[in-house]
């Protein structure tokens, strides 16, 4: 099941909040019925989500540049994963559930960020944390917080 963040624009229409949403929408055909199972967001829960998932847009894509892209694994040629860099960054900002492998060793699961459910506190909290987390994992050193939060927020601008 895909779970993604859809914005009603005019004449009912549904469209995508971010790239990611995109893609996964695009696995869709064109003419096909699609079964959905809607929750609204609040307007301040669209923004903290299209915020936050632009601090990681920000942060992957600096993340891939650093890559050697010609690394193959087995013949297959490695690729850089926005959903799998979204749910490491989300574990190093401490957002995680400990969970038991088949093997019995277990490994950390991201958790999922519930915006409808969290308090303002709570989201500027998770926002914070991933921000910290960006700083010490994926920007230089020298890059200070506010100077990170000025960058989303510039995203965010080009984006509308």
Known sequence: MQE????KGPNNSLHPATEEDAQKLSKF???????LKATQMSEHNTKFHRKLLALFQ????????????G??????LIKASFNTFRKQLTIQAGHYDPVFN???????EACSLSYAKATDEQKAQIYSDVIQASLDHVFEA??????????VDKF???DN
């Open 4 to 7: 993604m963040v859809l914005i």
């Open 29 to 35: 055909k064109i003419g096909r019925g699609v079964r």
């Open 58 to 69: 920000l942060g992957f894509d600096r993340f891939s540049e650093q890559l050697d892209t």
């Open 71 to 76: 690394m193959e694994y087995k013949g297959r």
């Open 102 to 108: 088949l093997d019995g060793t277990f490994e950390l």
């Open 142 to 151: 020298g890059m200070a917080e506010d100077e990170l939060r000025g960058l």
């Open 156 to 158: 965010l601008a080009f």
